[in-house]
Nanobody, 115 residues
Framework: QVQLVESGGGLVQPGGSLRLSCAAS????????MKWYRQFPGKERELVAQ???????TYADSVKGRFTISRDNSKMMVYLQMNSLKPEDTAVYYC?????????WGQGTQVTVSA
């Protein structure tokens, strides 16, 4: 079955960096666009970044120039390198993939940016 498992979240000071990882299984990873979303308390999930099967990334305006998405098809992994973190980046981050016409999600990983 499709499975996405995020890791790498934690507490970081403003200006710091974190690298999120998402391990995928149960589908042909290389054939799917991969996405990172985040969710603030009481809000809907919002798209942070996505990377196509051809390695073309796109980013939300709020993270452009600070976050970098990448993928490793041989390992079935997608990453989100987050630099220059701000308190407003505090959220639960989710890996997502539109497999079989349904958006599949991982369990999420908490990122907290605070002094």
């Amino acid at each position: 079955q499709v499975q996405l498992v995020e890791s790498g979240g934690g507490l970081v000071q403003p200006g710091g960096s974190l690298r999120l990882s998402c391990a995928a299984s149960g589908f042909t990873f290389s054939r799917y666009i991969m996405k990172w979303y985040r969710q603030f308390p009481g809000k809907e999930r919002e798209l942070v970044a996505q990377i196509t099967t051809g390695d073309t990334p796109t980013y939300a305006d709020s993270v452009k120039g600070r976050f970098t998405i990448s993928r490793d098809n041989s390992k079935m992994m997608v990453y989100l390198q987050m630099n220059s973190l701000k308190p407003e980046d505090t959220a639960v981050y989710y890996c997502g993939a539109p497999v079989g016409g349904i958006m599949r999600w991982g369990q999420g990983t908490q990122v907290t940016v605070s002094a």
